[in-house]
């Protein structure tokens, strides 16, 4: 994989507005602000590359499986802190397998050229529009019709949700297609809004609905604001919030896909994946997969560990964080208040610096259980936060 | 080929646009009391306790000041109100105002 310096599209910003990146600027602390979408560069992979990255994907979702099976039999849910009102219905749906979508593996991809797995955004992963679409029209844009990309995102999206419609596995006459309003940059609405076209060209009807005006009736179940039933959902909320506001309860008695329940997607198991403590999980149960980078929860690590990341049980965008290298702390993520359920402690991984001190994290999209592209983002520092930007890629 | 065939947005541009302008700016609604004067949400999250209203106005009212005309639904006017709000609030801080979800200036949709 290399990184080149390349020139921007006159008039970018506009362009990628209009695709429905409208929160490419991210304000820093200091009053400045950071393109998020940068295209004054991109990356090259050649077509082995890509296999080997997907090949390690494939395995890593087989993995999965068995750590999920191993966390229920092990009873790890505590520890994961995963509250016990919500274990009986993560129990059930990863037997019942109701309808999943999406994933995203972040994964290191260093000079060696092993991708190691950093985390699995299993429940709520943004930066999918960009990916899916945005780098696409920008790839034709620059190197013509003829470019070739690993993004097969928007068509393997259209036939998933086919595939769950045509198998009536989604419930009701619509979908509710649940943003947040209190997120401000527009990432959360439009990624819910890029969804919907993903559903839409599959011929699904949809409504958006923010998540906040999600209502409930007695002898009813959920309901929309028309008194509409709720009867599959979409949401682009972790479900480790929801288990602890005040609709934990109902959404957990009223899930399933009959009358005056809910069929939510992603179903609510995912919280066994998206939780950081699949990563010790993994090591615990293949040592020595080279995708595999050694972690342990905190406190089990082995005396004398001195190089590690150290990441909270919840958390996304490098929040709460913290590199040590040699025993020393040499960087922290931003303070977001995560880290009350516990943390867990990774072998620390070198990202690679492919020029001009960029270090890539490598986005490897799943489709229900299917690789199904790449979108890299790149960081200046060791920590891949929401200061971090966007690259787009080709294979070359 | 490892790329997408094609890509259509149709209904992306339109969402974008719309929340550039704005229109995805919610309509709060604040608990208040006889007085109109905006209290906490708890008063009128109890089952039974009359005197409080939800009323429906833009964001940005504080604690103790005074919501002017508008539209005001008894607190304890069950039919009206399904419960709401009971999802989002990790989201957020603080007791005071709560999104509807409905949006000022109509809400989207898309169908296919």
């Not at chain 1, 092990?74 to 994961?80: C, R, T």
């Not at chain 1, 928007?154 to 949700?161: F, G, K």
């Given at each position: 994989?290399?990184?080149?310096?390349i020139?921007?599209?006159?008039?970018?910003?506009?362009?990628?507005?209009?695709?429905g990146?409208i929160?490419?600027?991210?304000?820093?602390p200091?009053?400045?602000?950071?393109?998020y979408?940068h295209?004054?560069?991109?990356?090259?992979?050649?077509?082995e590359?890509v296999?080997?990255?997907e090949a390690a994907?494939r395995l890593m979702?087989?993995m999965?499986?068995?750590?999920?099976?191993y966390?229920?039999e092990?009873?790890?849910?505590?520890?994961?802190g995963?509250p016990g009102w919500?274990?009986?219905?993560?129990?059930?749906t990863?037997?019942?397998?109701?309808p999943?979508?999406?994933g995203r593996?972040?994964?290191?991809?260093?000079?060696?050229g092993v991708?190691?797995l950093?985390?699995?955004n299993?429940?709520?992963?943004?930066?999918?529009?960009?990916?899916a679409?945005?780098?696409?029209f920008w790839?034709?844009?620059?190197?013509g019709a003829?470019v070739?990309q690993?993004?097969m995102l928007?068509?393997?999206?259209?036939?998933?949700?086919r595939?769950?419609?045509?198998a009536?596995?989604?419930?009701g006459?619509?979908?509710?297609?649940?943003?947040?309003?209190?997120?401000?940059?527009?990432e959360?609405f439009m990624?819910i809004g890029?969804?919907t076209e993903?559903?839409?060209?599959?011929?699904?009807l949809c409504?958006?609905?923010?998540?906040e005006?999600?209502g409930f009736?007695?002898?009813?179940?959920f309901?929309?604001?028309?008194?509409?039933?709720?009867?599959?959902?979409?949401?682009?909320?972790?479900?480790?919030?929801?288990?602890?506001e005040d609709f934990?309860?109902?959404?957990?008695?009223h899930m399933?896909d009959?009358?005056?329940?809910t069929?939510?997607?992603?179903?609510?198991?995912?919280?066994?994946w998206?939780?950081?403590?699949?990563?010790p999980v993994?090591?615990?149960l293949f040592?020595?997969?080279?995708h595999?980078l050694p972690?342990w929860?905190e406190?089990?690590q082995?005396?004398?560990?001195e190089s590690?990341?150290?990441?909270?049980?919840?958390?996304?965008?490098?929040?709460?964080a913290?590199?040590?290298?040699?025993?020393?702390l040499?960087?922290?993520?931003?303070?977001?208040?995560?880290?009350?359920?516990?943390?867990v402690?990774?072998?620390?991984?070198?990202?690679?610096d492919y020029?001009?001190?960029?270090?890539?994290?490598l986005g490897?999209w799943?489709?229900?259980?299917?690789p199904?592209?790449?979108?890299?983002?790149?960081?200046d520092?060791?920590?891949?936060?929401?200061?971090s930007?966007?690259?787009p890629?080709?294979?070359a | 080929?490892?790329?997408?065939k094609?890509v259509?947005?149709?209904?992306?541009?339109l969402l974008a646009?719309?929340?550039?302008?704005?229109c995805?700016?919610d309509?709060?609604?604040?608990?208040?009391?006889?007085?109109n004067?905006?209290t906490d949400n708890?008063?009128c999250?109890?089952a039974?306790?009359p005197g409080?209203f939800?009323f429906?106005g833009?964001?940005?009212l504080?604690?103790?000041?005074?919501?002017?005309a508008?539209?005001?639904?008894n607190?304890?006017?069950?039919?009206?109100l399904a419960?709401r709000?009971?999802f989002g609030s990790?989201?957020?801080?603080?007791?005071?105002?709560?999104s509807?979800?409905?949006t000022?200036?109509?809400g989207f949709?898309?169908?296919g």
């Open positions: 994989m290399q990184r080149h310096d020139e921007p599209r006159q008039g970018w910003p506009a362009i990628i507005e209009e695709q990146l929160y490419w600027r991210t304000p820093l200091d009053g400045e602000e950071i393109s979408w295209e004054g560069a991109h990356y090259s992979l050649t077509s590359e296999y080997e990255i994907a979702l087989e999965l499986i068995e750590a999920g099976d966390i229920i092990e009873n790890l849910f505590a520890q994961m995963i919500a274990v009986p219905r993560i129990k059930e990863w037997e019942s397998e109701p999943m979508l999406y593996f972040d994964f290191a991809y260093g000079h060696d991708p190691k950093l985390e699995y299993a429940d709520t992963p943004t930066g999918l529009l960009e990916s679409a945005v780098q696409w790839a034709r844009d620059v190197f003829g070739d690993w993004n928007h068509e393997m999206l259209v036939a998933r949700w595939e769950l419609a045509q009536g596995r989604l419930p006459t619509k979908i509710h297609m649940l943003h947040t309003s209190q997120e401000r940059s527009g959360d990624t890029y969804l993903t559903a839409r060209a599959a011929y699904l409504d958006l609905l923010p998540i005006s999600l009736v007695d002898g009813r179940g309901v929309d604001l028309a008194g509409d039933d709720v009867r599959t959902a979409f949401k682009l909320y972790p479900w480790e919030w929801m288990v602890h934990s309860s109902l959404a957990l008695e399933g009959g009358p005056g329940q069929t939510w997607i992603e179903p609510i198991w995912k919280m066994l998206s939780n950081k403590g699949i990563l993994l090591h615990r040592p020595e997969n080279p595999v972690a929860f406190g089990e082995p005396a004398g560990l590690f990341v150290r990441k909270p049980l919840l958390a996304r965008e490098g929040a709460n913290a590199v040590v290298l040699d025993g020393e040499v960087e922290e993520g931003p303070d977001q208040d995560y880290g009350d359920e516990g943390f402690v990774q072998t620390y991984t070198d990202l690679g020029g001009g001190g960029a270090r890539p994290v490897v799943t489709v229900d259980v299917e199904a592209g790449l979108g890299i983002r790149e960081s520092g060791l920590l891949t936060t929401n200061t930007r966007f690259v890629h080709v294979i | 080929m490892k790329r997408s094609s259509t947005l149709a209904v992306v541009p646009a719309a929340f550039v302008a704005g995805g700016q309509e709060t609604a604040y608990c208040v009391d006889q007085n004067r905006v708890v008063h999250d109890r039974n306790n409080f939800w429906f833009g964001p940005g504080g604690r103790g000041s005074i919501a002017g508008g539209e005001r639904i607190s304890t006017d069950r039919a009206a419960r709000g009971g990790s989201a957020r801080s603080g007791g005071i105002g709560r509807t979800g409905k000022i200036g109509g949709s898309g169908g």
